[in-house]
């Protein structure tokens, strides 16, 4: 394993790691598991590169600590239950943990978006000049028949 940057699906696979993560969480445990799922070795000061990482480490943390506070108040109240049950009551604070995750997520990003709208306004960008499309990129099947692609078409909606 080499030391590298992380690409933008592996910062997406590092998240939903933690997504799932329901064990008392150390970054020597995540940085372990995060290396055998994208065969990448990184650092704790390295992946404090990536604030989606960062931002959701702290949030599992949280998490977790709290599922353990209330494991340990029902120790005494255990019983023997259903396997699919559990199963499903594991899906679930997965994807409780992927809902909030994503819902911090979309907020962080709206609030990014209101800053440039501001910021473009005040310095005299139209809507118009915002909104047009973007330029065809070409392909390396256009560079070899050196044929132009056709624009990109414009969704009205």
Known sequence: MRKQKLSDTQVDQAVQILDGWNEKLTWNAYLEVLAKVTGISITRQGIRQYPRITDSFD?????????????????????????????????NKTLQAKVERLERENKDLLEQFLRWQYNAQANGLSPELLNRPLPARKTHLDRQTNKKREPRKQNDA
């Open 59 to 91: 949030q599992t943390k949280t998490r977790v600590a709290v599922q353990r506070q209330a494991i340990g108040a029902k120790a005494g109240i255990v019983r023997h239950g259903d396997m699919a049950l559990a199963y499903e009551v594991q899906k």
